[in-house]
């Protein structure tokens, strides 16, 4: 197969330097556009930024040899869901002036604090011991000490293995897929359509049933004028 | 040979999940704690990925395009349900949103 998509990544890549600086780089891009998705203050920066991060971790998929997901992740992630969130930004015209919860004492402390624990120990426990130099990918289809790598599994590509799975083991999760797509968008639907009694302007009812007194007084005024000219 | 292990995609993967997890604690509006989720959604995605290609096998893979499906399907349904707060309460404020407490 001369598609490119299909190709493993040429060997120099996988497993080098390269991969060194390419990871280090746009790490760093992933690691910043996050943190300015939860601080910056106008919701459709922190929206643009998301786009950033997503485009960022599709180039860690295809470091990772999984060159179907990075092109599955920039269509879906950073094309459509980014548009239905911009969308609805625009939308709803949100204007964000608070940006943190005040509710509760001490909130933006211990989300902080917590955070950094949860932190210490998913890395501790998850990455602590794949962290040396024999955790390193082998990048020519030989066995690592630790890492087994991807050489044989995309030996024919990475689309026909992840589609020989998708077709094979996993085929009753990927029709059950289908029908919670279909039942997503007629919930989206149930959900976005204006009842028949509702205002045709989206903006909210305040107080409908009293009007304030000065406009009462004006309306008496009118009413008794209108009177006064038929009489 | 110079490449990188795989424990620092795991960690990259912790750090992007907790990045995410402090927004929803600390963010007010409906619509950035949503982008927060799927932050985390991601890098649940990124350690699937790696874990995928620390195991060998491809079905870390086929469980993140699932991940990737369902994330579709939620944000579809969430920014419906985001809408429709706006339209009821006059904001997407998350701390405006407690009828049920007064």
Known sequence: MDVLLAQTPPAEVVGSTAELWVFSIVAVIALGTGLSVVVLRNAVHAALMLVINFFAIAVLYALLEAQFLAVVQIIVYAGAIMVLFLFVLMLLGIDSETRFSTRVRGQRTAAVLLGIALVVVLVGAGAGQFLGPDAICPADGSTGQLCAGLAGPNGDGNVAGVGRLLFTTYMWPFEVTSALLVIAALGAMVLGKRRANEDVTDLPVVDEEEPGPEDDGRLRELVSAGDEEQT | ?102
Do not use: K
């Not at chain 2, 993967?13 to 619509?31: D, I, N």
């Not at chain 2, 982008?35 to 469980?63: K, P, W, Y």
């Not at chain 2, 499906?69 to 707060?85: D, H, S, Y």
């Open chain 2, 1 to 102: 040979m110079s490449g990188v292990p795989i424990g620092w995609y795991i960690a990259l993967s912790a750090m992007l999940f907790t990045t995410g997890l402090v927004g929803v604690l600390v963010r007010r509006s409906v619509v950035v704690m949503f982008m927060c989720i799927e932050l985390m959604l991601n890098s649940v995605n990124l350690a699937l990925i790696t874990f995928s290609r620390l195991h060998g096998n491809l079905d870390g893979q086929v469980l993140s395009f699932f991940v990737i499906v369902v994330a579709a399907a939620e944000v579809t349904v969430g920014l419906a349900l985001i809408v429709n707060m706006f339209r009821l309460l006059g904001s997407t404020d998350a701390d405006n949103a407690d009828r049920l407490r007064s």
